[in-house]
């Protein structure tokens, strides 16, 4: 797990180390799993920007890898849990449950047991050829 600050260029930095842990994982840089997890990483560190910045001044991005499965956890501070099922979706969270969908993966929002804030979790499951 590593930290941004919610400020201008939080989303070159998230992007960045997140390419790192995934080439770390073995997910082929430039493969269109690495792809689609950066551009996920993007949009959940641009939805902090836009709709939790004045309660989080960092978020917490997860990068990770286990049982077949990528997992990308984005974590602020802000309490306010969007809904992920149905015609409630803003854009970048449509986005990321169609891509999750498309390799078999869910899109989910918990509680953040540790703080008043929230986890969005996107979960991924690796096919054969994404890896090496």
Known sequence: MFTVPVQPGAVRVA???AAAKLAEFGIAPKSLLSDV???VVSELVVNVLRHAADRSPTADVGVTVGAGQLVIGVADRDPRIPDVEGDALGTGLRIIAELTAR???TLTVE???A?????VIARF???DAAAG
């Open 15 to 17: 992007r960045r180390e």
């Open 37 to 39: 997890a950066l551009l």
């Open 103 to 105: 390799y078999d993966g």
């Open 111 to 113: 509680p953040d047991l």
């Open 115 to 119: 703080s008043p804030g929230k986890d």
């Open 125 to 127: 499951v690796i096919p």
